[in-house]
């Protein structure tokens, strides 16, 4: 029964509302300055996602947060919504959110946040859809979202709105729908205490630093452990703080930008090389820690460090977690029947993958892509070069779940990250791997460049294959084209197939090159540059240099600085 209380508010629809990576990111001027906006969004989602009666809403706690928070309640109680959870001051992580839409058997969630994006008044906002599974809408639906957003003219609203206070646990009521406000962090406590053994990692690592000293065993150096996480100012401080410190019993300068800031203080808080420079320098002078971690606005991305800032790149983290998940004790009784990774990450795990005969599945950029391999029992771990890593335990990549991931392998095994990087590394050889993004280019020129060389590599491969170029690392010879395209993937669950998602270049050795258009920025194209080779002799290169000749040929072929107007990226990873 409709209720008095509800109103038809008459809405312009946007043709801008696309979902793209990873939900709808847009300037957070866009959501505070258009009219409606946020509000016909949310009743598009709803609409699309067949009006659901139980949702999880909260985000990164990133500026406009509480303005979206009172609007997106709003519309959700005169949409029909029964039951809300929203935790304390709305501040929830992506994978905590993912684990409570699992635990608690929600129909979906809304997740504010643009990730790894800046936040604050001239930063982004985002709003992200993701199913009761708990994982990112799949494109039928992000597409059906988008499809009712371009053609809405009413979304529903409450003729009466109380004021709400969300500050603190309780239970409130908002026309016929009951909101409950919880501790986030719990729910997420109890989840990390099933996949991995806590005290085991307490004891091994940080028993030294909380027993004064005595009788602390650690890694092989024999001194005690020592750890620094930074979370940016995002989402992950409170999270950080709860489980390494109190659990773990980590000391409390094992956490820098613990709290988290509307604005991230002003940071990017994308973990990588660049934006995380404090916690690189920070393990550059002192060479005395042992383990660094990053983590982005949202929480779920991941930077892995080792002794003296030794990086890690995500593609290695992920083999090396797929190669040690004997040590993830959530696994002790699972069946593990693959891994999976996106078409740009280096193929680091599906030597793994083969070494143990398992499968490993290849997917599109983003993680929905992952979730029905998961669902269905296929995939016990997957990642992005991203700095994404995650496991079935939920359906959202989790930072925090990758730094305890490497804890429990290095307190199994006693190892530093370098010695367990080093090893894999002799054992499978190295991937080499490095990504050029070229942020906010003109989005005319971008697309040209990408269809003169989609015309190249699509339309014209038969006359790429054969041709050469010069090497000096002479190994194994010249580099020699053996295949080019665009990347294409049938879902092996449901067959839905998807298009267009990387132009690649294929070598005869196995080295790629990959150009594709990032789907997560709020302004102007990012053009993100992928390149890999693989050596089994040549192990200890700085990887610039080993991918150096590649990237001439990237360069080459995709005419990047011609139509970026850029010599060099804004970022490398
Ligand atoms: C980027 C990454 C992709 C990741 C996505 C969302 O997308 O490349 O691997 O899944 O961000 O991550 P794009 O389209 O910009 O390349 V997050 O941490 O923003 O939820
Ligand atoms: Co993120």
């Not at 999880?56 to 919504?81: F, P």
């Not at 371009?150 to 609203?157: D, E, G, Q, V």
């Not at 991203?386 to 930072?399: A, N």
Request: glycine content about 10%; overall charge negative; proline content about 5%.
């Amino acid at each position: 029964m409709v209720s008095a209380n509800v109103i038809d508010v008459v809405t312009q629809p946007f043709d801008d509302q696309k979902p793209g990576t990873s939900g709808l990111r847009k300037r957070v001027k866009v959501f505070e300055e258009k009219p409606n906006y946020t509000e016909n969004f949310i009743q598009s989602i709803l609409e699309a996602a067949g009006q659901p009666k139980f949702l999880v809403l909260g985000g990164d706690g990133r500026y406009y947060s509480n303005e979206a928070i009172a609007k997106i309640l709003n519309v959700c109680a005169a949409n029909g919504v029964k039951r809300v959870v929203v935790p304390e001051r709305g501040i929830l992580s992506t994978p905590a959110a993912s684990a409570l839409i699992r635990s608690l058997k929600a129909d979906g969630g809304i997740i504010l946040t643009a990730s790894h994006n800046p936040g604050g008044p001239d930063g982004d906002f985002g709003i992200k859809y993701n199913a009761s599974n708990g994982g990112p809408a799949p494109e039928s639906l992000t597409n059906q979202i988008y499809a009712i957003s371009r053609s809405l003219t009413i979304y529903k609203s409450l003729f009466k709105r109380p004021q709400l206070h969300l500050e603190e646990k309780g239970q409130h009521e908002l026309g016929n729908m009951s909101i409950e406000v919880i501790d986030p962090i719990e729910n997420y406590l109890k989840l990390m205490n099933e996949v991995f053994d806590l005290d085991l990692i307490k004891e091994r690592l940080f028993h030294a630093a909380t027993s004064n000293g005595s009788n602390g065993h650690s890694t092989t150096s024999g001194k005690s452990f020592m750890m620094r996480a930074d979370p940016m100012n995002g989402v992950v401080g409170p999270y950080a703080r709860r489980i390494l410190i109190e659990v773990l019993g980590a000391p409390l300068a094992s956490l820098i930008n613990g709290e988290p800031l509307t604005d991230f203080g002003g940071k990017h808080p994308d973990p990588n090389l660049t934006y995380a420079s404090e916690l690189v320098e920070t393990m550059k002078s002192h060479p005395d820690i042992d383990f660094g971690v990053a983590f982005d606005g949202d929480g779920d991305r991941n930077m892995i460090l080792g002794e003296g800032a030794f990086f890690v790149t995500p593609g290695d983290s992920l083999a090396i977690i797929a190669d040690h998940l004997d040590k993830v004790k959530y696994f002790d009784d699972k069946q593990v029947k693959g891994f999976a990774r996106s078409f740009p990450t280096s193929p680091a795990v599906d030597r793994v993958a083969k070494a143990k005969q398992l499968d490993c599945y290849v997917t599109p950029t983003g993680w929905k892509f992952f979730g029905n391999l998961m669902d269905k029992g296929l995939i016990a771990l997957c990642g992005e070069e991203s700095f994404g890593t995650g496991s079935v335990h939920i359906r959202e990549k989790d930072g925090l779940w990758a730094a305890l991931a490497w804890l429990s392998i290095m307190a199994h095994t006693g190892k530093t990250v370098k010695q367990l990087v080093e090893e894999h590394w002799k054992k499978y050889g190295r991937d080499y791997f490095c990504r050029y993004d070229f942020e906010e280019c003109d989005s005319a020129k971008c697309e040209t460049m990408m269809r003169e060389l989609e015309e190249k590599l699509v339309d014209r491969s038969k006359l790429m294959v054969g041709k050469k170029f010069p090497r000096s690392q002479s190994e194994s010879g010249d580099y020699e084209i053996e295949e080019t395209g665009n990347f294409e993937y049938t879902d092996p669950v449901d067959q839905s197939v998807t298009t267009k998602q990387g132009l690649f270049v294929k070598f005869t050795n196995g080295a790629r090159i990959i150009v594709r258009l990032s789907g997560t920025g709020s302004s102007g194209s990012t053009v993100r540059l992928y390149v890999s080779d693989y050596s089994k002799e040549t192990l200890f290169e700085d990887s610039q240099s080993y991918l150096n000749d590649l990237l001439k040929v990237a360069y080459e072929l995709s005419n990047i600085t011609h139509f970026t107007g850029r010599e060099k990226p804004t970022v490398i990873t």
